[in-house]
């Protein structure tokens, strides 16, 4: 019996844990950056090494479909067409919102903002790739930012030290969206690849 989970269904999940695995990592580094005299290194190292292991554990789940086939009898154009002119809408609004943030003096504002831009990006690609998990992540990531820019004070002093807390909530909450994300989704390719090995037993 022919397996009806292709290589192409497995590679795509695996793609989305390494997407998630790598930019959780770069909020995390958003995040750190806010603690300013706060921030530590050894907290740096940590994050990357969180952001690695969820990384190579996706690339592990690639080599680990090379055996399955390619059943999907087509490839969807409009999906890849779509996909590319959110990414490029996305890019082309961060990059306007850090100029405007940055010309008017209030960068500190550009991180939330951006926060909102990537969060309301992944709810086309949930209904692009059918993943339904983007549409929580999408929307925890657009909430966090607005509920800290209306109800969470930019600067806070703890010990003696000054830290942004916006880029820190942000960056922080939005590293543990991202990594929370990319483990559903390894579990869920890992589930696709049993399915296929064990349609193909049968």
Request: glycine share 8%; with cysteine.
């Amino acid at each position: 019996m022919e397996s009806t989970v292709s290589k192409s269904d497995v590679r795509g999940t695996a793609s989305g844990v390494m997407f998630m695995a790598f930019f959780g990592t770069v909020w995390a580094d958003v995040g750190i950056g806010g603690l300013q005299e706060l921030r530590s290194v050894w907290l740096l190292l940590l994050a990357i090494l969180i952001g690695a292991t969820l990384f190579f554990f996706g690339v592990a789940l690639i080599r680990a479909s090379r055996d399955l086939s390619n059943t999907r009898a087509f490839t969807n154009k409009n999906v890849y067409k779509w996909f590319n002119l959110v990414f490029i809408t996305e890019f082309l609004l961060i990059f306007l919102a850090a100029y405007v943030c940055q010309s008017t003096g209030h960068f500190d504002w550009f991180f939330p903002i951006m926060a909102v831009i990537v969060g309301i990006h992944f709810l086309p690609l949930a209904y692009l790739f059918q993943v339904k998990a983007y549409y929580y992540t999408g929307t925890l990531i657009t909430l966090l930012a607005i509920v800290t820019m209306l109800f969470v004070p930019m600067y806070v002093t703890i010990g003696g030290y000054q830290i942004n807390t916006w880029w820190s909530l942000v960056g922080f909450g939005s590293m543990l969206i991202l990594w929370i994300t990319s483990a559903m989704i390894l579990s869920m390719g890992r589930m696709l690849l049993r399915m296929s090995r064990n349609s193909r037993k049968n």
